[in-house]
């Protein structure tokens, strides 16, 4: 037991020397964990093409602006456009895999893992690697 607690204790300051080493800054910013959080600015998204997946299982990337939509437990925005059933031209209507539960049962309706979209799906930014690193695309 008290061998564990040594090595707890020599990997949380090991990773915390790493995190300061590197710099590395939540998107909620370098703010306390007990303070309120201050809000972060609006991204300059990239809104003009797709930028393509990088392997198979790769949620895609939302190749517009999603400012104005909410996801909420009264409803979702994004479910307008990308339902089955929606009429928006254009819009990619979510997968099968979405309507899964983990039991691998089908729903008639989106399963409740797959309702909070942006989990998953983030819009897309040509942003640098927040620290180096080896990372290949299978799409090469
Ligand atoms: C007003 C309709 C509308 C709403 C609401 C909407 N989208 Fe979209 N979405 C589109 C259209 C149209 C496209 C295709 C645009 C393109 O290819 O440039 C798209 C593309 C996407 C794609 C890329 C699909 C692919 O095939 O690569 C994803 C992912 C996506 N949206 C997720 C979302 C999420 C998550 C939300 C909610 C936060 C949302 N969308 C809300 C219309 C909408
Ligand atoms: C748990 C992660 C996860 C969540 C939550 C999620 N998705 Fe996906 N989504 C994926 C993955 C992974 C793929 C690619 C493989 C696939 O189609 O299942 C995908 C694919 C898609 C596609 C492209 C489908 C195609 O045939 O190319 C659209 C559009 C999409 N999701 C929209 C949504 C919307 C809208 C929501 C919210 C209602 C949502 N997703 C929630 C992981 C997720």
Redesign the pocket.
Known sequence: MKKLSIVILLLISSSLAWAGATNVVSLRGDVALDAPSVTTATKEWLVDG?INREYAQQ??????D?ED?S?NQKGN??L???NWNSK?P???KVGISHFLTRDNHTLANISPRRYF??QC?VPQKDAKPLIGNMFRSLAE
């Open positions: 797709k949620p895609p990337l939302i190749p517009h999603i939509f996801i925005d994004c307008s456009c990308h928006m254009g819009a990619t979209c942006t799906h």
